[in-house]
């Protein structure tokens, strides 16, 4: 199939709601870390410079290579690019391994992309993808304004667009519902 936009393919999908006119792959695994951490404003954009150790797993390095094992970096070593994340051949880092992020043990002309339930289990957990979540969170509420303002502002980040009315009525309904809930529930809102 063809993604050239013709008269026809607008006038039987002019909202783009079949996906024919968009890349069928998402980024890169290195461009989703990034990606993250640029629309929470954590993203560090110095170039150049040593390598740096963002958050990995505890134990892992023990248990391939023995010694002292992996020690993550403070601060801004945690946020920098990607593209300056220290590697071993025997040992990658699981979240770029999980979306597929090739292993540097061979020269490859096309990364392999797959979608699997790890990459979202990964999205939901990594401690880098909370830490993201959490300071966009706090930059759509530090701007001020109702909730719907709120959530204009984390899609204009993370989408550059508006909610559509249909994604904003689904998005107030739920977080109405969980402050309801969390609100009688001081324990678990903690």
């Known amino acids: 199939q063809?993604?050239?936009?013709?008269?026809?393919?607008?006038?039987?999908?002019?909202?783009?709601?079949?996906?024919?006119r968009?890349?069928?792959?998402?980024?890169p695994?290195?461009?989703i870390r990034d990606q993250a951490l640029a629309v929470s404003g954590l993203l560090v954009d110095k170039t150049g410079g040593p390598p740096v150790r963002p958050?990995?797993?505890?134990?892992?390095?023990?248990?391939?290579?023995g010694g002292s094992g992996y020690k993550?970096?403070?601060?801004e070593g945690l946020y920098r690019r990607s593209l300056y994340t220290y590697w071993r051949r025997t040992i990658q880092p699981?979240?770029?391994?999980?979306?597929?992020?090739?292993?540097?043990?061979t020269c490859v002309i096309r990364e392999n992309r797959t979608n699997?339930?790890?990459?979202?289990?990964?999205?939901?957990?990594?401690?880098?993808f909370v830490e993201a979540a959490r300071k966009l969170a706090e930059r759509m509420v530090r701007g001020g304004g109702d909730a719907e303002a709120k959530l204009?502002?984390?899609?204009?980040?993370?989408?550059?667009?508006?909610p559509l009315p249909a994604e904003a009525r689904a998005l107030l309904e739920a977080q109405s519902h969980f402050l309801g809930r969390y609100a009688g529930d001081a324990k678990a809102a903690e």
Request: proline share 10%; hydrophobic share 35%.
């Open 152 to 162: 204009k502002r984390g899609y204009g980040l993370v989408l550059g667009r508006d």
């Open 94 to 105: 699981p979240s770029m391994i999980t979306f597929d992020s090739p292993t540097r043990e």
């Open 2 to 20: 063809s993604s050239k936009v013709t008269p026809e393919l607008l006038r039987k999908d002019p909202e783009n709601r079949l996906f024919a």
């Open 55 to 65: 958050y990995q797993p505890p134990g892992l390095w023990q248990e391939l290579t």
């Open 72 to 75: 993550a970096d403070k601060g």
């Open 22 to 27: 968009a890349p069928r792959f998402r980024l």
């Open 29 to 31: 695994a290195e461009s």
């Open 116 to 128: 699997t339930p790890l990459q979202a289990l990964n999205l939901m957990n990594d401690v880098t």
